[in-house]
C-alpha cells in the first residue's frame, strides 16, 4: 500500500525547477504587477557607472576612507550620515511629505497610570514639538487623544528613560532637533509654557537647562529650586555648608537634575556618550553634565519663570521585582544607589587612566 500511495504522490506533481518558479499573474496583487513593472523599467536604465554590457551595471570601484566606518566603498553623495523621526507618507513626493518640521523634541517616559498627567503636560507643547513616549508597561494610549496618533510610541516593558534615551536617541537620529527634552512623566505644568522656556533657553545661550522647581517636599537641591525673585534664568546659589568646593562646580553650579533636562542639540552629543549601557537609573549623570559644555558654570542653568513641580509619583517602584520577601521598590532603591557609586567610580577611572596615559 506504501508503495502505491508514494507512486500516486510521486505523478500527481510535475517536476518543478528549483531554478526558477513562474506563478500565476492571478495571486498577484495590482499593487505587486505595479511594482514588478517598475523594477523591469529600472533594469532597462543606463546610469553613468554601467560600465559593463547589457542592463547589468558593473560595480563601481570605489573606496573613500573619510566615509564613516563600513560605508568606504560607497561615493559620499549617497551617504546619509543623520537621520531623523519626521513621520513620512507612504505615498506622494517625498518633498512633499512634511507641510512642518518639528523644531524640537521632547520624550516622556511613561505608565498607563499616569497617562491623564501626560496628556496635561503634552498640550504644553506646540506643533513645533516631535512628541515621543516610551511606554515601560506595554499599555499605549493610541486612541484615547488626538495627539497621541501624531506621537511616536516606543514600548519596552520595564525600562527607564536612560536605557531608552541610549537605544534611541543616538545623536545622528535626534540631529535634526535644536532642543530634546527628556522627561519624566510625574510633573506639575500648570505655570509651564514650552514656547516661552525654548525662548529663554536661547536669549540666555543655555546649552542645558530645566524649569524651575516648585519647593516641595521632595526637593533636593538648592540650584533648581525655583526663586520667586527671579524673572528668567538662575545659574549659581548656594547650598549647604561644605557640599560645594568651589562656586562653579555643582551643585552649586553647572546642575541640573534628571528629573527634567532639556538639552542643545551639541550638547547632548556629548552628554549621550556618557549614559553607561548597563547603569539604567542615570544616577551621578547630573553631576557629570558639566562635561558636556563650556563654561560650565555659564551654559548650564534653570529657567526660573517657567517652572513645574514634581509629583514624586512611585511609579517607577514598582515595575520591581520582589526578593527575599522585600517590597519590588525596595529592590529599585537599592540599585539607585549603587548605580551612583558605580558611575563615580567609572568616571574617575576613566580620568586617571586619562591622565596617566597623557604623562606617560
Not at 55 to 66: D, E, F, G, M
Not at 151 to 158: D, G, T
Not at 190 to 196: L, R
Not at 231 to 251: I, Q
Request: hydrophobic content about 35%; charged content about 25%; aromatic content about 12%.
Amino acid at each position: 500500500m506504501g508503495i502505491v500511495v508514494g507512486y500516486f504522490i510521486g505523478v500527481s506533481f510535475p517536476s518543478v525547477s528549483l531554478a526558477r518558479v513562474i506563478l500565476p499573474s492571478s495571486i498577484y496583487s495590482p499593487f505587486d504587477v505595479t511594482m514588478r513593472e517598475d523594477q523591469a523599467k529600472a533594469l532597462e536604465r543606463s546610469f553613468p557607472e554601467n560600465l559593463g554590457s547589457g542592463n547589468t551595471p558593473a560595480t563601481p570601484k570605489i573606496y573613500v576612507p573619510t566615509n564613516p566606518r563600513g560605508a568606504e566603498s560607497l561615493p559620499p553623495g549617497i551617504v546619509v550620515l543623520e537621520t531623523d523621526l519626521y513621520l513620512r507618507r507612504l505615498w506622494g513626493e517625498p518633498s512633499e511629505d512634511l507641510k512642518k518640521k518639528p523644531k524640537y523634541l521632547v520624550t516622556f517616559t511613561v505608565g498607563w497610570g499616569q497617562r491623564g498627567n501626560i496628556d496635561a503636560s503634552i498640550k504644553k507643547f506646540s506643533g513645533d514639538f516631535q512628541i515621543l513616549l516610551f511606554h515601560y508597561d506595554g499599555l499605549v494610549t493610541e486612541d484615547q487623544y488626538e495627539w497621541s496618533k501624531k506621537a511616536i510610541h516606543i514600548s519596552v516593558m520595564k525600562q527607564t528613560k536612560w536605557w531608552y534615551a541610549k537605544r534611541f536617541l543616538h545623536p545622528d537620529i535626534v540631529a535634526a532637533y535644536e532642543y530634546i527634552f527628556i522627561w519624566d512623566e510625574d510633573l506639575g505644568v500648570e505655570h509651564f509654557n514650552a514656547d516661552k522656556c525654548i525662548q529663554l533657553v536661547k536669549k540666555h545661550d543655555l546649552e542645558i537647562s530645566q524649569p524651575g522647581l516648585e519647593p516641595n517636599n521632595g526637593l533636593t537641591w538648592q540650584m533648581t529650586k525655583r526663586r520667586g525673585d527671579k524673572k528668567f534664568t538662575s545659574r549659581d546659589t548656594e547650598e549647604k555648608p561644605g557640599w560645594c568646593s568651589d562656586p562653579h562646580l555643582p551643585p552649586c553650579a553647572a546642575f541640573v537634575e534628571i528629573m527634567a533636562p532639556v538639552f542643545s542639540r551639541a550638547a547632548w552629543r556629548c552628554v549621550w556618550h556618557m549614559i553607561q549601557n548597563n547603569l539604567v537609573h542615570g544616577r551621578g549623570l547630573d553631576f557629570a553634565l558639566r562635561r558636556g559644555v563650556k563654561p560650565a558654570h555659564e551654559k548650564i542653568g534653570v529657567v526660573d519663570s517657567q517652572w513645574i513641580i514634581h509629583q514624586v509619583a512611585p511609579s517607577l517602584g514598582s515595575q520591581g521585582q520582589s526578593e527575599n520577601g522585600e517590597a519590588p521598590w525596595k529592590g529599585v532603591r537599592d540599585r539607585c544607589r549603587s548605580e551612583w557609586a558605580l558611575f563615580q567610580d567609572r568616571l574617575a577611572n576613566a580620568d586617571k587612566a586619562y591622565f596617566k596615559h597623557q604623562i606617560g
